[in-house]
């Protein structure tokens, strides 16, 4: 797979609604959903089911679960190395864990998912920038 698979994959899924928990391409995602399905367009059965997560899941766990389910199927890129493809998580707070979850699109692009709109295409602004918390790419991603 290519790095530009990953980005029209995602693509495809611009102005599908935000629905929280969902992942069907022109119906509903949330942030997660629009990686879940870019995964299916790409490689098929998702590895593993998400559990049922209230909009608030990341400060009532207190724990790094986003970031630990990206370690189990993706893989793992240096801070600052990201490319378009690579899957970004953020954070809202220093002390908070990552909750929010992006694919870079270009290198002053993502594309994601949040409450209250479509899935977009935004500019990586420094706000984004200063939240980014982990990176990864694609397994089997050539460039």
């Known amino acids: 797979m290519r790095r530009e698979d990953i980005i029209e994959a995602a693509r495809a899924w611009l102005g599908t609604p935000y629905h929280h928990q969902a992942s069907l391409r022109g119906v509903g995602c949330d ?8 995964w299916r367009d790409l490689k098929g059965e998702e590895p593993e089911a998400p559990p049922p ?7 009532s766990l207190g724990q790094e679960t986003l970031a ?3 370690m189990r199927h993706l893989l793992p890129v240096e801070r600052g190395e990201e490319r378009p493809g690579d899957v970004l998580l953020f954070r809202w707070r220093a ?9 870079l699109s270009a290198p002053e692009r993502i594309m994601h998912a949040h409450d209250g709109a ?5 500019a990586f602004t420094p706000w984004w920038r200063r939240h ?12």
């Open 68 to 70: 630990a389910a990206a």
């Open 95 to 103: 002390h908070l864990p990552a909750k929010h979850c992006a694919i």
């Open 118 to 122: 479509v899935v977009a295409e935004v």
């Open 31 to 38: 942030c997660l959903g629009l990686v879940r399905g870019v």
């Open 132 to 143: 980014l918390s982990h990176a990864f790419s694609f397994p089997g991603v050539t460039d």
């Open 53 to 59: 997560y209230s909009p608030h899941w990341a400060e």
